[in-house]
């Protein structure tokens, strides 16, 4: 049970260039999200899914994508990366319903130049 | 637009000191509040609070909940330099698991 996995650990992209940060989860949780965090600025929501096939977004979804054509894998989309997006981005996931705790990715995290 | 306030944003103790740091929130479809650790990695989960008054412990760490005033604390005995971290208060919603997260509380931990 590898929990929850994030590829890459360490992305460095030209401003511009698009790139997909992949997450993949093995304990059949419906519920997957993405973070991006900041110095000084916690945690924010930037999109999320409550199960294969749906999506939405969250508190900063602008410049990014997702799709969830599995239950497993929620990847997230930098289509013309910018510097704001320069941050580390954390995946999670937890249970639909009855969930005590949000499990987390490693993190990604992006420089973009 | 819900909202997650921590304070104070940094702490700076000698070990040994008790700590107390604050989370106040305002959600509007509140289901649970959740105390998160993070120490340059992951955030690791530390308490989750659905019900007032009823502390939560683990070890020298608990945890209170009031849903009238609207505010946790996390409470820190004896603190050790391994206390250091991050500390992130987050408030879950009964609409979904969406959570959202408070700016967080640098806790530094001096021998």
């Known amino acids: 049970n590898a929990g929850v996995t994030q590829t890459p650990k360490f992305q460095v992209l030209k401003t511009g260039q698009s790139m997909t940060l992949q997450c993949a989860q093995d304990?059949?949780?419906?519920?997957m999200s993405w973070y991006r965090q900041d110095p000084g600025m916690g945690l924010r929501l930037i999109h999320y899914?409550?199960?294969?096939?749906?999506?939405d977004q969250g508190e900063v979804p602008n410049g990014y994508n997702v799709s969830r054509s599995t239950t497993e894998d929620f990847p997230l989309r930098l289509l013309s990366a910018a510097p704001s997006q320069t941050s580390v981005y954390f995946c999670?996931?937890?249970?639909?319903?009855?969930?005590?705790?949000?499990?987390f990715g490693p993190g990604t995290r992006l420089t973009v130049l | 637009e819900d909202k997650v306030v921590q304070s104070p944003l940094s702490l700076v103790v000698h070990e040994g000191d008790t700590v107390t740091l604050n989370c106040s929130y305002e959600?509007?479809?509140?289901?649970?509040l959740l105390w998160y650790k993070q120490e340059k990695k992951a955030p690791t989960f530390l308490f989750m609070l659905?019900?007032?008054?009823i502390e939560k412990k683990s070890g020298r760490l608990s945890s209170i909940l009031d849903k009238k005033e609207l505010f946790s604390i996390l409470n820190i005995t004896a603190t050790q330099t391994g206390d250091s971290a991050v500390y992130l208060c987050?408030?879950?919603?009964?609409?979904?698991?969406?959570?959202?997260f408070g700016e967080g509380t640098q806790l530094t931990v001096n021998p």
């Open positions: 899914s409550v199960g294969a096939g749906i999506t």
């Open positions: 304990m059949n949780h419906e519920y």
């Open positions: 959600v509007t479809n509140f289901r649970s």
């Open positions: 987050a408030v879950e919603e009964t609409s979904g698991s969406r959570l959202t």
């Open positions: 659905t019900s007032s008054g």
């Open positions: 999670a996931s937890t249970q639909w319903q009855g969930s005590d705790t949000q499990y």
